[in-house]
């Protein structure tokens, strides 16, 4: 069994409880336009060219095999309906100003690769989180990939956005101790021009998550605060009336997630122009009055958790 992974993160204390190795599948079900990983957005591997590491040598062009490499008046950034991320431009380039995002692995190679983390995962009541783009379009690997690591004794997390078919999340979730749900609007035409698609898949396969729990599985709602998009009074109480009222007691915390704009540089090796390339971290008082309109309605205060940057005001 094989899958296309971005790659594997170690030592990340971000997607779960402890330390954890968190496994980033190719390809995503929704196009948010705030994506905060675009590397991983399309399914097959792509070669980003990196200009500032880049020295102009051109050494890369002729061993291209497709001419993915012309023109080279802006650089040698191939050209994505040409280039089938051989590889070879990268391993020619002297400055590593080329790499291939992403490749294929067997279920046996990220098995044994991950196994080698487990002294973290026990010292720290960690484990793996599978995530993306999008682990739920690679349900039968990630249901393979769950069930050995369990039988391993390693915990595992599923992130997901939820755009998927309920036969697909079901697959993904069978060996899942823990379960990093996105919900990012609830209105219809804000999520259709944010993400590309309505919500109504989203909440259906949340519903049915929260009322399928099985013992001892865990639930997370997590929430991108996205400046102009997510990141509303209105819509944090809608959010938040809705997780209280229909995923109720399942629901073991709602984080919030603060906006930050790391990923800049990513967009630029990539060649894409970002919406959010200029847009300013949330300030502290923002973020209180987003966190006040998330704490006041209906879920349990205590529940709901802020994380990330702010910026000095
Ligand atoms: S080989 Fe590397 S450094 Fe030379 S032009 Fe190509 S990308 Fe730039
Ligand atoms: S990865 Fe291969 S096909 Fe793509 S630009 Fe480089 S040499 Fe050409």
């Known amino acids: 069994m094989k899958a296309t992974l971005l790659n594997l993160q ?13 496994v980033f599948f190719k390809g995503c079900s929704l196009s948010c336009r705030w994506c905060h990983n675009p ?9 980003a060219w990196n200009p500032q590491a880049c020295l102009g040598c051109r050494a890369c062009e002729p061993v291209c095999p497709r001419g993915a490499l012309r023109p080279p008046a802006q650089g040698p950034r191939p050209d994505p309906q040409r280039c089938q991320a051989c590889g070879a431009c990268a391993r020619e380039c002297p400055a590593a100003a080329l790499e291939v995002l992403g490749r294929e692995w067997t279920l046996d190679e990220l098995v044994g690769e991950l196994l080698r983390d487990r002294a973290y995962f026990e010292a720290s009541g960690g484990g793996v989180t599978a995530s993306g783009g999008e682990p739920s379009l690679w349900p039968g690997f990630v249901a393979g990939l769950f069930a050995r690591l369990r039988a391993a004794g390693v915990s595992t997390a599923l992130d997901t956005c939820g755009h998927c078919s309920p036969e697909a999340l079901a697959q993904c979730l069978a060996d899942a101790d823990l379960v990093l749900y996105d919900l990012k609007l609830l209105d219809p035409e804000l999520h259709r021009r944010w993400t590309g698609h309505g919500p109504e898949r989203v909440l259906a396969n949340a519903r049915a998550l929260a009322r399928g729990l099985r013992p001892g599985q865990r639930l997370w709602i997590r929430t991108p605060l996205i400046p102009g998009a997510t990141a509303s009074p209105e819509n944090l109480a809608a959010l938040g009336g809705f997780i209280a009222r229909e995923l109720g007691p399942a629901v073991e915390r709602w984080e919030l997630l603060t906006f930050n704009n790391l990923c800049r540089e ?33 879920l349990e205060p205590a529940r709901v958790l802020v994380s990330g940057p702010t910026r000095l005001e």
Do not use: K
């Open 10 to 22: 170690r030592m990340s204390t971000e997607d779960g409880p402890g330390i954890r190795t968190t």
């Open 39 to 47: 590397e991983s957005i399309e399914r097959r591997p792509r070669t």
């Open 266 to 298: 990513q967009y630029r090796r990539l060649g894409r122009s970002w919406d959010f390339a200029e847009t300013a971290l949330l300030g502290a008082a923002e973020l209180e009055r987003l966190a006040a309109a998330a704490r006041g309605a209906g």
